[in-house]
């Protein structure tokens, strides 16, 4: 009876060694969420459950590329709008384009695509985390630099019609699901500064929901490019400027990436229709 009781005693030191020993070492990491970390998690679930039901190919890309994510991301972090932020936008094109290839022309399944491009963008965002110039000029270089490339991958990229597709699986499964790896992707929001806002962490559940049309989410970003460096812009000079507070900068962000972003997305979707009807057509 008394060995029992030692044994069930020791069992209880070693869970709360183990317990301590993964605290202290999460706390020296900076692995805790802050209210505004919580709100992001939300926020970025919120979005992915939605993705997850959306049977429109485009529409699933659009809730990866409007900036709600970024924008809470950027109150979390608490940095002002910078050249990282600026160069993260197009390394988030990057990591959508890799998980495509990935997946579609070496037939990596879509989960080690993803893997695969989410570890390209946290390594060459922390090695670039301490080395990227912050002055004005590079931040505006940034800035140029992805609206020229997004204007030329708007203007050149075909189009091909996606399949339509939403999950079956119920709500109560999928959003803790989506929740969990949404907080899994937010313990290295830390490591990454201000490459955080743009972080594929909606990018990641969108290619999976859109793992039968990641052409829709490719051919989605370039309008994220276009509109970004005026937001980017905009709340940079806003804040410096001004001095307001957060929030009202990102609202101030949201109005200008809105009045760019909307009338590209309507005419992406009248290209899209375009092809959708010529394919239809030949049919």
């Not at 490339?149 to 119920?170: A, E, H, M, N, W």
């Not at 507070?245 to 899209?272: C, D, M, Q, S």
Request: charged residues 15%; aromatic residues 14%.
């Amino acid at each position: 009876m008394g060995s029992i009781k030692n044994k069930s005693i020791m069992e209880n030191l070693k869970r709360r060694l183990l317990f301590y020993f993964l605290r202290s070492m999460l706390e020296s990491l900076n692995f805790h969420f802050s209210g505004y970390d919580w709100l992001l998690i939300f926020m970025v679930t919120a979005l992915g459950t939605l993705s997850a039901y959306l049977k429109d190919p485009q529409l699933k890309a659009v809730t990866a590329t409007i900036p709600i994510p970024c924008g809470f991301a950027y109150i979390a972090v608490g940095l002002p709008m910078g050249t990282e932020n600026a160069v993260s936008g197009f390394m988030c094109m990057l990591y959508v384009h890799i998980v495509r290839i990935l997946h579609y022309k070496v037939k990596v399944p879509i989960v080690a695509s993803i893997i695969a491009g989410l570890a390209f963008f946290v390594a060459l965002g922390t090695f670039l985390h301490s080395r990227i110039p912050q002055g004005e000029a590079y931040f505006i270089g940034a800035c140029i630099f992805d609206f020229i490339i997004g204007v030329i991958f708007f203007q050149k990229q075909k189009y091909k019609s996606g399949v339509r597709y939403k999950t079956p699986l119920p709500i109560y499964i999928k959003a803790p699901a989506i929740a969990g790896v949404v907080s899994g992707l937010m313990l290295i929001k830390r490591l990454m500064g201000g490459f955080c806002t743009s972080f594929p962490m909606m990018n990641s559940i969108v290619s999976y929901e859109s793992r039968f049309s990641l052409g829709d989410q490719c051919r989605q970003l370039p309008l994220f490019l276009i509109a970004g460096p005026f937001m980017f812009i905009t709340m940079r000079y806003v804040e410096i400027g001004f001095r307001l507070n957060h929030w009202i900068v990102l609202l101030i962000g949201y109005v200008v990436f809105a009045t760019i972003y909307w009338p590209l997305n309507k005419e992406l979707k009248r290209r899209n229709e375009i092809n959708y009807n010529s394919v239809n057509g030949r049919k």
